[in-house]
């Protein structure tokens, strides 16, 4: 950057209240082993580790670039040496060494980070920046980075210091500890803050102040504006909403409180993954506190936070831990494959057919339809996927896929022709301006500057840039076209070292479950369990299994084993991932596990091993005990009444069982009754608890295909032995399947459904006009139910219908309507169906 430049538009000043000392990097032999020769300080070894790592990369390179390679390295070891950056450098590698040392899969990176070569050559991103033109000095730069030395000490300015995210899949915790040891008393999380803002505040108000329902604040809420998915300021609303404008008219006070309140803080928490490090230790110089979870946490959000330390984000994303369990199953290794251009990637992702579950970013709703669009044949083309599948730049999507896209200069063509002349990127907003003679340090200037929407700074780099494009000779039209671009893309343009390490991640997910079904659905089963809803993620594996020709086998007490594994060419459901069975429980019911010749020996095994009657009835329930033979409700009641018996009276139940043909848990205690071997007072108490449980029987054994269709579906995700349009076809011939709809009939057909309701939503139209919404599933797909309210008053109706209150979540419901698209049914009649399953006492009353 040059003097000029610096002394006409400025440069950072430090701050000397946020000076910051990097935490020491004390290496260990092990680290000190990964480079050759000698080295005297951290300077030299981190110069080392980039030499080690160019050695191994230089054979891939052309020789008549390799010397860009090494201007680039020259380059950017200045600016981190200049800037005091080196040991922050090797806190990341160690972090990343660590967990590779443990096991862990690293992906490519996030972030700018991605945009360092340095990085690059020492393992800690895997995108080559010179290859995918990225730039250093997005991630870092002079200008946006500050040191000071002090008595021979380096501090850097902590708020402005790189930021560097790392998935650390499964291996998380250990590092965290790990860095607890490493820096002692040093490490401690983060608070996060929650303000009063958007649509929050001003529901809050309502309900408070004017004692609104929740409806009501709710479509009050709904007239704050976005634009590119940020929400507006509510001053702004009420300049540009009428509605708003209205209620805050209407309610003066109201509106005057919120705008008091508006961006105060409504909640504190702990930041998710940020972790703070610093150099002395924390109680010395910042206040902390123990968070819910009873961990040391820094009282500072993450920005104050940066002032006093080095911050790091430790993710433990659950897509790492699956690919390196796929990994370990499969004899491929990541260096083998090629995912730039690989057939076995990209005919999938432009195939109408792609199955979108566990595809890293490109599962998401709005990226998979972008991608469908797209059909993307390479890396670059996958990128843009990430890029434009946001809010803003959804609106060059047309353009993108018909190739219609103009530069917005021919002397501009070679910076934009890679994303088919569209402006999608923040490194080509740094790279028009580096074209016309600004240098890259300066692009960035601008770019956050823009970015930021530095109104008062806006003018003068408006000016700068005519001037500097005048007098490089690209005139007033090259101009005029880089500035719209930085206005018009500030918003939305992406930043393409993310956009890239994740469309990397995204295309190896798909190269892994189109090769390695088995192995890619197995894992992510098993991931699966770590989620919030484990069993919603089977539900929506469980849908695409069959077009890879792969069945989830039902659990089974000895085939099973805890964890979900492949058996043939199928894969059998883990005991552990049933509903109802704890962690606790998993050693009693390994030592349960046997081949039982009898209900009898089953139920006195379970005692045996202290297995609780809970655990007992979701094996049964789930079909893991079906070999015994008997309707999974009689043996839930069979099994519930023998844990009522003394363990006196059980040995009598065994006894009767080994001596006679009489088999049935409940005629054998009678027996004992009969037999005077169980006292009548006792029996009669017996008697007394055994009737709720009876109860619930009778109403379960009515439909047996029911029952089971529900004792599958709540301890398994899915229904392994039941079809719920099966059923119900034995009452109507034309219930059909989702998928069956889906695949084969057009818009507008009429169509009849039944399905069992995810997700429910009473809401209203742009029109206003009032609509009931319901996801619904059926085992073979998902879809969305609308019945909008209308002039016929259908909602009354629909309430009417189902004895006064609408369908809720996991109600039975058959749909009646016409399809609408690819995903819905615009809905005529939404019956609720009377299938009500009981499993305990609380489901009775």
């Keep these: 950057m040059s003097e000029k430049f610096i002394k006409e538009f400025g440069e950072l000043k430090i701050d000397k209240v946020n000076l910051v000392r990097l935490p020491e990097i004390d290496l260990t032999e092990e680290e000190k082993g990964t480079v050759t020769g000698k080295f005297t300080d951290n300077d030299l070894f981190l110069k080392k580790l980039i030499h080690e790592g160019w050695k191994k990369f230089a054979p891939k390179v052309p020789k008549d670039r390799q010397q860009e390679y090494l201007d680039r390295l020259t380059e950017e070891f200045d600016i981190v040496q200049d800037l005091g950056f080196v040991d922050y450098f090797l806190l990341v590698w160690r972090?990343?060494?660590?967990?590779?040392?443990?096991?862990?899969?690293?992906?490519?990176?996030?972030?700018?980070?991605?945009?360092?070569?340095?990085?690059?050559?020492?393992?800690?991103?895997g995108v080559d920046p010179i290859d995918k033109k990225l730039f250093f000095t997005r991630f870092i730069s002079r200008v946006r980075a500050k040191k000071e030395v002090i008595d021979g000490?380096?501090?850097?300015?902590?708020?402005?210091?790189?930021?560097?995210?790392?998935?650390?899949?499964?291996?998380?915790?250990?590092?965290?500890?790990?860095?607890?040891?490493?820096?002692?008393?040093?490490?401690?999380?983060?608070?996060?803050?929650?303000?009063?803002?958007?649509?929050?505040?001003?529901?809050?108000?309502?309900?408070?102040?004017?004692?609104?329902?929740?409806?009501?604040?709710?479509?009050?809420?709904?007239?704050?504006?976005?634009?590119?998915?940020?929400?507006?300021?509510?001053?702004?609303?009420?300049?540009n909403n009428e509605k708003f404008k209205r209620w805050a008219d209407n309610y003066p006070e109201s509106y005057n409180i919120a705008l008091k309140l508006r961006d105060l803080i409504r909640g504190k928490s702990t930041h998710a993954s940020g972790y703070f490090i610093s150099q002395a230790p924390l109680d010395e110089f910042v206040p902390i506190e123990l968070n819910k979870e009873g961990e040391v946490s820094v009282s500072y959000e993450m920005n104050t936070a940066a002032k006093f330390g080095i911050k790091l984000d430790l993710l433990g994303l659950t897509s790492n831990e699956i690919i390196k369990d796929i990994f370990e199953n499969i004899p491929e290794k990541l260096e083998d494959i090629d995912l730039d251009t690989n057939i076995d990637v990209y005919k999938h992702l432009q195939s109408d057919n792609l199955k979108p579950y566990g595809l890293y970013q490109i599962s998401a709703d709005c990226a998979y339809r972008v991608?469908?669009?797209?059909?993307?044949?390479?890396?670059?083309?996958?990128?843009?996927?990430?890029?434009?599948?946001?809010?803003?730049?959804?609106?060059?999507?047309?353009?993108?896929?018909?190739?219609?896209?103009?530069?917005?200069?021919?002397?501009?063509?070679?910076?934009?022709?890679?994303?088919?002349?569209?402006?999608?990127?923040?490194?080509?907003?740094?790279?028009?301006?580096?074209?016309?003679?600004?240098?890259?340090?300066?692009?960035?200037?601008?770019?956050?500057?823009?970015?930021?929407?530095?109104?008062?700074?806006?003018?003068?780099w408006k000016d700068k840039v005519f001037e500097t494009c005048k007098k490089n000779g690209f005139g007033e039209q090259v101009a005029e076209a880089i500035w719209k671009v930085c206005s018009d893309s500030a918003d939305y343009s992406f930043n393409k070292s993310h956009s890239m390490a994740t469309a990397y991640l995204g295309?190896?997910?798909?190269?892994?479950?189109?090769?390695?079904?088995?192995?890619?659905?197995?894992?992510?089963?098993?991931?699966?369990?770590?989620?919030?809803?484990?069993?919603?993620?089977?539900?929506?594996?469980?849908?695409?299994?069959?077009?890879?020709?792969?069945?989830?086998?039902?659990?089974?007490?000895?085939?099973?084993?805890?964890?979900?594994?492949?058996?043939?060419?199928?894969?059998?459901?883990?005991?552990?991932?049933?509903?109802?069975?704890?962690?606790?429980?998993?050693?009693?019911?390994?030592?349960?596990r046997g081949d039982y010749d009898s209900k009898i020996d089953c139920f006195l095994a379970a005692k045996q091993a202290g297995l609780n009657i809970g655990v007992l009835s979701s094996l049964i329930q789930a079909g893991a005990l079906d070999d015994l033979e008997t309707k999974r409700t009689r043996l839930v009641l069979e099994a519930q009444t023998y844990n009522l018996l003394t363990d006196r009276e059980k040995r009598l139940v065994k006894d009767v069982h080994d001596d006679t043909e009489c088999k049935d848990v409940l005629t054998i205690i009678k027996t004992l009754n009969e037999k005077s071997q169980?006292?009548?007072?006792?029996?009669?108490?017996?008697?007394?608890?055994?009737?709720?449980?009876?109860?619930?029987?009778?109403?379960?054994?009515?439909?047996?295909?029911?029952?089971?269709?529900?004792?599958?579906?709540?301890?398994?995700?899915?229904?392994?032995?039941?079809?719920?349009?099966?059923?119900?076809?034995?009452?109507?011939?034309?219930?059909?399947?989702?998928?069956?709809?889906?695949?084969?009939?057009?818009?507008?057909?009429?169509?009849?459904?039944?399905?069992?309701?995810?997700?429910?939503k009473v809401s209203k139209s742009k029109n206003g006009n009032k609509f009931y919404k319901a996801i619904v599933s059926d085992d073979t797909g998902t879809i969305t139910s609308l019945l909008f309210d209308g002039k016929k008053g259908m909602l009354d109706e629909l309430r009417h219908d189902n004895a006064g209150a609408f369908p809720e979540e996991n109600d039975i419901v058959a749909i009646k309507g016409r399809l609408k698209g690819q995903d819905a049914i615009f809905a005529d009649k939404i019956i609720k169906q009377d299938c009500k399953i009981y499993r305990n006492m609380r489901d009775l009353k």
């Design 95 to 125: 972090v990343i060494n660590k967990a590779r040392q443990l096991g862990a899969f690293i992906d490519w990176g996030r972030g700018s980070a991605a945009g360092s070569l340095i990085f690059f050559l020492i393992g800690v991103t």
């Design 153 to 239: 000490v380096t501090y850097i300015q902590g708020d402005l210091a790189p930021d560097v995210d790392i998935n650390l899949g499964g291996v998380r915790e250990e590092i965290i500890q790990w860095l607890k040891e490493c820096y002692p008393g040093k490490v401690g999380k983060i608070a996060a803050l929650s303000t009063f803002s958007g649509k929050i505040l001003v529901k809050d108000v309502y309900k408070i102040v004017n004692e609104a329902t929740e409806e009501m604040a709710g479509d009050l809420a709904d007239t704050i504006g976005k634009t590119f998915g940020v929400v507006e300021d509510i001053e702004d609303s009420y300049k």
């Design 371 to 460: 991608c469908q669009k797209i059909k993307p044949a390479n890396i670059q083309e996958l990128s843009d996927v990430n890029a434009i599948a946001r809010p803003g730049a959804l609106a060059y999507e047309d353009k993108y896929v018909c190739m219609s896209g103009e530069p917005p200069h021919e002397k501009l063509r070679d910076v934009f022709i890679e994303s088919r002349n569209l402006p999608l990127y923040q490194e080509q907003l740094i790279q028009s301006l580096v074209a016309v003679g600004f240098s890259a340090d300066e692009g960035e200037i601008i770019r956050r500057v823009i970015g930021k929407k530095k109104r008062d700074e806006m003018p003068k």
């Design 507 to 592: 295309a190896l997910t798909v190269y892994l479950k189109y090769k390695y079904p088995l192995q890619f659905f197995t894992a992510c089963l098993n991931a699966g369990q770590r989620l919030p809803d484990p069993m919603d993620e089977i539900r929506l594996m469980q849908q695409e299994l069959p077009h890879f020709g792969i069945k989830l086998l039902p659990p089974h007490l000895l085939k099973s084993d805890m964890k979900f594994k492949i058996d043939g060419n199928n894969i059998r459901y883990g005991l552990s991932a049933i509903k109802g069975i704890s962690d606790s429980a998993m050693e009693k019911l390994i030592n349960f």
């Design 678 to 760: 169980i006292k009548d007072s006792r029996f009669e108490t017996i008697k007394g608890k055994y009737s709720t449980y009876k109860d619930i029987y009778l109403l379960n054994s009515r439909n047996e295909e029911i029952t089971n269709y529900f004792y599958e579906r709540n301890c398994l995700g899915f229904s392994y032995s039941q079809n719920l349009t099966t059923i119900f076809k034995k009452k109507n011939p034309m219930f059909n399947t989702i998928r069956t709809i889906l695949d084969t009939r057009k818009e507008n057909d009429n169509v009849l459904i039944v399905g069992q309701i995810l997700e429910t």
